[in-house]
């Protein structure tokens, strides 16, 4: 490589004295636009720095002339957005969750306020479309072990799943029928067999007629003759196509041999009362929920008292 400055005749510009291969280099001055657009960056970063927080120390980022803070706008832009939530919560707190249907502004609201918590503390089980997965449950179905209106679902959301620290708590246990030696292997392959008739996934056997006299015996306490369940104990239905940890042979023996032990936590000691509401809100909304249980007739003569909704909404 040869080092020889000198003036390129076609274009009259310096060369800077590099050539490779017969190709020379050209000393070709920045545009003026361009220097200028770069000296004014150049300015912008100093007074930057001078006026806003940019440079770290080992006690944080001094302050700047305006003394501005990231943390401190989003502070104030969060505390300006619980100044409009406010009445909206207090409207929340102060009406029965059954009672909502009867406000379709106040229930969106609801249902709007759900869906962003939901995204926060749920979705680690249930999916951002509460879609559930093995061993958790599909909250867009109809099926519910415990209730699907708005008071159950407030309930059970607020007071949890099988909570030992939680006296309120939803508690079911099936007994691990195999590995506590209720049955024999062959006994849980019979009771398993009838189980899946009763979903119509197997015709009636040999086997499931032996399963059927052992599910009489073992399983129609809490799963009822039928075996269509029982809310009071949240013990599921059997005779659907609907199953929180799936309804093949293998998984279905399992379930028999060594029962199972989900867990939701106890949201009310994390949440407060009305993101819980919404909540229930929220799930409610997905297209599973449930009306509300119609109230027990009054005795003949007595005098029918106000129902939760009309109290809430101050009668008549």
Known sequence: MAENKRIDHPTGTETVGHEWDGIEELNTPLPRWWLWTFYATVAFAIGYCVVYPTIPSANGAPGGNLKWSSREELEKTLAARQAELKPIHAALAATDISALPGKPELMQQAIAGGAAAFKVHCVQCHGSGAAGAKGYPNLNDDDWLWGGDLATLEK?????????????????????FGRDGILQPAQVEDVTSYVRTLSGQEGMSASARRGQALFAANCVVCHGPDGKGSRTVGAPNLTDGIWLYGGDRDTIRQTI?????????AWNLHLDTVTIRM???????LGGGEAAPAPAPAPAGATAAATPAETANGGG
Do not use: K
């Open 257 to 265: 041999t060594n029962s199972r032990y989900g867990v939701m936590p």
């Open 156 to 176: 059970t959301i607020a007071d949890g799943i099988r909570q030992p620290e939680h006296d309120a708590t939803r508690f079911s246990q099936m007994p691990a």
């Open 279 to 285: 909540l229930a809100a929220y799930v409610h909304s």
